[in-house]
């Protein structure tokens, strides 16, 4: 199952970088601290995936250790992405590949 998580969290990023989401640079330190969910007061989505949720995930897989119960961030980029679903449909799926294998690995 990390397999699958391991490759679905790679096309997620290979997605970002397609679609030009993917920064080269960091956000401030400070952006990154956010405690708010997806750290929505202080980065984009794009920006949350790339600077928070794959390094996050990708140390689980790496360290062996245990992933999220259930994982739903399709749901907020299909909110973040609405009226530009079809420009995103790509990485709505990818996001939907991500939720189901880290749910139920």
């Known amino acids: 199952m990390s397999n699958d998580v391991a490759n679905a969290l790679f096309d997620l990023e290979a997605q970002l970088r397609v679609l030009g989401l993917w920064q080269e640079q960091s956000p401030p330190l400070e952006a990154l601290a956010s405690t708010q969910p997806f750290c929505i007061d202080t980065l ?4 949350w995936l790339q600077f ?10 790496d360290n062996e250790l245990a992933l ?3 994982c739903s961030v399709t749901p907020m980029a299909q909110e973040y992405f609405k009226g ?5 449909t790509s990485l709505l ?10 749910s139920s690995a």
């Open 84 to 88: 530009q679903e079809q420009a995103y």
């Open 52 to 61: 928070i949720f794959l390094p996050r995930m990708h140390a689980l897989l």
């Open 44 to 47: 984009t989505l794009p920006q």
């Open 68 to 70: 999220p119960e259930a």
């Open 93 to 102: 799926l990818v996001l939907e590949r991500v939720d189901y294998s880290i």
